[in-house]
């Protein structure tokens, strides 16, 4: 009707409605009692002025999880390396407690290991600077003037016997102080079962007065690596002639056949190979050999020495 508003009167806005069916009487909510609102007296509700009446609580802030694992994980580390850090100044790295530390015998009280009858290591402990030095051993056995070697490691010659300080001058005639020291080379199918007692390996360091401002010493070495079988010397040798013949023309090869006294030499990248009998050996150029000249031109070792080499080589085959 007209002037009517979901009303049956004009002019009128419905008032308070009842609840209805199911719903707690009026005043009540929630349970509380006539007129109050939210959780009976005593109950859990906000404070006084801390949000509208009838609405739960504000909830605390929640923890930050990843804070805390990382923190958790800190403190776990912190404590372990503080754990290592004691069992080690308690035990030592090794586990067992800390005594105190035996520091080596110094050099002049030390036996160099150069002269121990029994060393097998191709490191000498003798600098090139000191005494010429070489296992302790007796004069290796000779024959009419030569010697004689078996297939016992043990009656091999010493290689510095091999080559004196007269046979070094004949490749370096301007040669000033001479130094050499003797090994037993660390390789070689008998360093366990029967290893030599005298030096396989002889290295000389070298003054060569005919060259100034050298960039290194002159250093020469004398191999024996084997002596005994001349069948298995002969194998030994071919192999590194085969590898002579294929081997690029600055190895500078060169066949000398039994013309310096052996049986068979060659010469290959800075040193010479031979065969006798049932010797098998080197003489090679390690390191140095180049330098300026009184002329003031430069020389390279590899210039002069495939042609001075070889002059050693028949001092060597007169004593095996």
Request: proline share 13%; aromatic share 10%; glycine share 14%.
């Amino acid at each position: 009707m007209t002037g009517q508003y979901n009303s049956p009167n004009s002019g009128q806005y419905p008032g308070p409605q009842g609840p209805g069916p199911g719903y707690p009487p009026p005043g009540q909510y929630g349970g509380g009692q006539p007129g109050q609102y939210g959780p009976p007296p005593g109950q859990y509700g906000p404070p006084p002025g801390y949000g509208p009446p009838g609405y739960p609580p504000p909830q605390p802030p929640r923890p930050n999880r990843r804070k805390q694992i990382f923190s958790w994980v800190a403190v776990v580390a912190g404590g372990t390396a503080a754990t290592v850090v004691a069992a080690l100044l308690i035990n030592g790295t090794d586990g067992k407690k800390n005594e105190a530390v035996k520091l080596p015998p110094t050099e002049s009280a030390r036996k160099l290991e150069s002269f121990d009858p029994n060393a097998v290591n191709n490191t000498s402990t003798a600098a090139p600077s000191q005494a010429p030095s070489r296992p302790e051993a007796p004069p290796a056995p000779k024959s009419g003037g030569k010697f004689a070697a078996t297939d016992d490691p043990k009656t091999w010659p010493d290689a510095c016997d091999l080559v004196t300080d007269e046979q070094i001058k004949l490749a370096v005639p301007k040669a000033g102080k001479i130094e050499k020291y003797g090994t037993i080379a660390s390789k070689g199918y008998w360093k366990q079962e029967n290893p030599p007692i005298r030096s396989t390996i002889c290295q000389y360091t070298v003054d060569d007065d005919a060259l100034n401002d050298e960039l290194s010493p002159l250093k020469l070495e004398v191999r024996l690596s084997f002596a005994g079988d001349p069948a298995y010397a002969q194998s030994q040798y071919a192999s590194e002639l085969s590898s002579g013949q294929k081997g690029p023309a600055f190895m500078q090869f060169k066949d000398y056949g039994a013309t310096l006294g052996m049986d068979a030499a060659h010469y290959k990248g800075d040193g010479l190979y031979m065969r006798k009998g049932g010797y098998y050996l080197q003489f090679t150029r390690t390191g140095g050999g180049s330098g300026t000249d009184a002329s003031g031109k430069f020389v390279k070792g590899s210039d002069w020495l495939p042609t001075a080499l070889p002059k050693v080589v028949p001092g060597i085959a007169a004593k095996i």
